[in-house]
């Protein structure tokens, strides 16, 4: 069992730039790739990043490679989604998930977080 917490959303003027964090529970980890994922008002939710276990390999969704970076540390079970450049666009509740191999679909995730919302104002 993983438990995942959110932080680091918030209100943020377009341009500006937002560290995500998800601390996870547990000692499994570093056996867990981990994935951001993002939904906005009205919309499925989308894949935006993924990293495996050893951050070795990472996928980006969409456009969103050189504006979000993914990270992690295991020895802070945490994984990060640094945003830069940020666009009215990217308004929705971030949700970070583990996964057992790095994906990006969400049905192949295990676990999830009960999301943070990042607001981008215009």
């Known amino acids: 069992q993983v438990q995942l917490v959110e932080s680091g959303g918030g209100l943020v003027q377009a341009g500006g730039s937002l560290r995500l964090s998800c601390v996870a529970s547990?000692?499994?980890?570093?056996?867990?790739?981990m994935g951001w994922f993002r939904q906005a008002p009205g919309k499925e939710r989308e894949f935006v990043a993924a990293?495996?276990?050893?951050?070795?390999?990472?996928y980006y969704g969409g456009s969103l490679k050189g504006r979000f970076v993914i990270s992690r540390s295991n020895a802070k079970n945490t994984v990060y989604l640094q945003m830069s450049s940020l666009r009215p666009e990217d308004t929705a509740v971030y949700y970070c998930?583990?996964?057992?191999?790095?994906?990006?679909?969400?049905?192949?995730?295990?676990?999830w977080g009960q999301g943070t919302q990042v607001t981008v104002s215009s």
């Open positions: 998930a583990a996964a057992p191999t790095i994906r990006t679909r969400e049905y192949e995730y295990d676990y």
């Open positions: 547990g000692r499994t980890f570093s056996t867990y790739a």
């Open positions: 990293i495996n276990w050893n951050s070795n390999n990472i």
